[in-house]
């Protein structure tokens, strides 16, 4: 039944019944697995499978091995010794080695062949792109892996991580290798092999054949063409990949565009704030210089200051980037419409299964003495041929369109980061600006004040050495600001003049009167007797 499974039919004379090739079959060798009739009659035996199969180069060997233990014809030797550790026989053994096979399949997207790698367990990522750079031939630093969906191979991970756990896994995941420096595909691409026998009927499909022979030859040809149409879709899903990664990229792009349009209209918001409170600052400074502190150096440091915000501004444009970053997105657009970067295998698979149905009507037809030729088979095969050259030709035409414009955005990912880069910078230097002047403005008050403060200290003490007294006569604070009971207006200008007028009369008349009590109280004591103090 393995064996079936591989090749497509029994292993010994599939053509004939089993009881009727027993006497040859058992005559074989312990290591044939497969016997087949030539055109003379005679057997061919071969310890080898039979071409075409389904089955991995690196793992023919392994399974040939083990189908030779398998297909012993003797039941003693049959599945091969016990393993005395283990008590299990051989071909167990050998079984789970064939079934613990780690194995990477790698289609080259630039010639359209597979290639297959034996993974040790620890191998790196780094070590399998070496190995895969002496088969190619594209370098370690060109090549590109992608898994099916889109996504690089991390180089920090173990080489393991190009093949799935489980039984698709092992037999039909792809990674799919880019040459970065390449753009444009172009080929030659590898192209399936015909068979022998496939090839001799192509070469003449008029010629008759017997129904038993044509049998094998057509079931060749219909493994051909299915497997046609198997290798262009693995190659649309190569360019499934390339345009998963390349919405990646454009993914990114976009993020990596806001970021740098809401930074730009920030830098743009601070530098009006800087330049609008700059020019105020230089009026108000203006302003107070007659009078007031002034300072030549930190006057030119502010000029300087708005000269470099007026260079920043120039950094915040980004126009043209994103006439650049909208160009390619409209581009990618049009990719993703294109009908080329759609599945286009629909004739191809209505050929195989024409195919297919031809392949069923001969094994209906009986096979003594019956011959034909085959002129329907060939056409298909040749159809399908043509059918896989055209959509080949519109399939790497469109990735290498999509190739194309994923450079362009690795191209243009630099651009955006520097200008990115150029804008934080500015922001921050116009920050630090700001900053800085708030600093100088802040000193500025505060050596006002303090000359301020001095020159109050020294108006008090000068004015305290040149009348000490007069401060006894003067009003505190709290009595100036207390209002007057009575206060005389200008309105009363004469009736005041009077006053005093009146005032001095009396003063004088006082003063007279004064000097008079005290002339006559002398003249009083002079003329008293004063004799008796002498006796």
């Known amino acids: 039944m393995v064996f079936e499974c591989i090749a497509g039919y029994r292993p010994f004379l599939h053509h004939l019944q089993p009881f009727t090739w027993h006497e040859k079959i058992k005559k074989k060798d312990s290591k044939c697995i497969f016997a087949c009739e030539e055109m003379t009659g005679e057997v061919r035996f071969s310890s080898h499978l039979p071409q075409p199969n389904s089955l991995c180069s690196l793992i023919v060997e392994p399974m040939e091995n083990w189908l030779q233990l398998m297909l012993n014809w003797d039941p003693q030797q049959r599945g091969g010794p016990i393993d005395l550790t283990l008590k299990q026989p051989r071909c167990f053994l050998l079984m789970d080695h064939i079934l613990n096979l780690k194995i990477v399949h790698i289609l080259n997207m630039t010639s359209a062949k597979i290639i297959s790698f034996l993974l040790p367990p620890d191998e790196s990522l780094h070590s399998l792109q070496s ?134 209209q920030q830098l743009k918001a601070k530098l009006e704030f800087f330049h609008k409170s700059i020019q105020l600052d230089l009026e108000r400074y203006s302003e107070q210089m007659t009078y007031g502190i002034s300072s030549e150096k930190m006057l030119k440091a502010w000029k300087e200051m708005e000269e470099k915000a007026i260079h920043y501004a120039e950094v915040g444009v980004i126009g043209y980037l994103e006439d650049q ?40 037809r009986p096979a003594d003495h019956s011959y034909s030729d085959s002129t329907e088979m060939v056409k298909i095969i040749v159809h399908t041929v043509q059918s896989q050259d055209r959509v080949l030709k519109e399939l790497f035409g469109h990735l290498s369109k999509l190739l194309g414009c994923k450079q362009k955005i690795i191209d243009l990912l630099p651009k955006v980061e520097v200008a990115l880069s150029d804008i934080k910078e500015a922001d921050n ?73 009146e005032n001095l009369n009396c003063l004088g008349h006082l003063s007279t009167i004064i000097r008079e009590v005290n002339e006559e109280q002398g003249s009083s004591m002079m003329n008293l007797d004063w004799s008796w103090l002498t006796e």
């Open 325 to 364: 970053i909208m160009s390619l997105h409209t581009e990618i657009m049009e990719l993703q419409k294109s009908p080329y970067g759609r599945r286009q295998g629909d004739l191809m698979e209505s050929l195989e299964q024409h195919a297919i149905d031809l392949y069923k009507q001969l094994k209906h």
């Open 131 to 264: 190995r895969i750079e002496r088969e190619t031939g594209i370098n370690t630093g060109s090549q590109e892996l992608l898994s099916e969906t889109g996504i690089s191979l991390d180089p920090r991970k173990p080489a393991s991580q190009c093949v799935l756990d489980g039984v698709r896994g092992c037999d039909s995941y792809m990674v799919y290798l880019f040459d970065k420096s390449k753009t444009v595909y172009e080929g030659p691409f590898a192209s399936r092999s015909l068979s022998d026998c496939v090839n001799y009927i192509v070469q003449d499909s008029k010629i008759q054949l017997p129904i038993i022979q044509l049998r094998k030859v057509w079931a060749e040809a219909v493994h051909y063409v299915s497997g046609l149409k198997e290798d262009y879709s693995r190659l649309f899903q190569g360019q499934r990949a390339a345009m998963l990664s390349l919405l990646r990229y454009n993914a990114n792009l976009t993020k990596m565009k806001n970021t740098l349009i809401s930074a730009s």
């Open 429 to 501: 230097t116009v920050m630090f600006m700001q900053g800085k002047r708030q600093k100088e403005i802040w000193h500025l008050l505060k050596i006002a004040c303090t000359q301020s403060s001095a020159r109050s200290l020294v108006g008090s003490s000068l004015e305290g050495a040149v009348n000490p007294q007069s401060s006894a006569w003067l009003p505190t604070l709290a009595e100036r600001e207390q209002p007057l009971s009575c206060v005389v207006t200008p309105q009363d200008g004469e009736t005041l003049a009077q006053m005093i007028e």
